[in-house]
């Protein structure tokens, strides 16, 4: 240690450039990453877009539905109750906007509640709404040529508000 400028030597046991960098979100940790999810569809069976692409932290990986699926949903569970006030949803759009609106949801008892309702999604949307609880988090779509997201993070509310 010095006073002016201590130095820390990084060891690595591959190039630094082949190391994938982490994929951070401009508010925060996601509740949603890589916990299990559902969806009502996935591109052909195909696991290389399957629903935990969704949720998995890198933006180069997708959730895709079949091209004819117009309404589809994606559900994550976040493993115990958590409260929640923001989201991320980043959809894929390479080929064109497919998502028209949206509803982020929560499970109470038997029933789905609609915590945030918005219209097209596209690239890299954040969305703020009143906080909620809940173990189970749903994204319903209405899209168009089978909708895709790159990533859909729930997020819990920041400190000190």
Known sequence: RHPVATVVALELDQ?????R???LSPVGDGLTLRRPAKASNVY???RDFGLDKAVDGDEDTRWATDEDVTHCWLEV???RPHS???ALIDEWVAA???IRSFEIQIRRSEEWVTAHRGGAAGRRREVSFGPVTAHIVRLHIEGT???SVDEFQVFAPRSGR
């Open 15 to 19: 190039p630094a450039l082949s190391i």
């Open 21 to 23: 960098p982490i994929a």
């Open 44 to 46: 052909r069976g195909y």
């Open 77 to 79: 569970d976040l493993g």
């Open 84 to 86: 929640f006030d923001r």
């Open 96 to 98: 064109g906007p497919r």
């Open 145 to 147: 040529n089978g909708p």
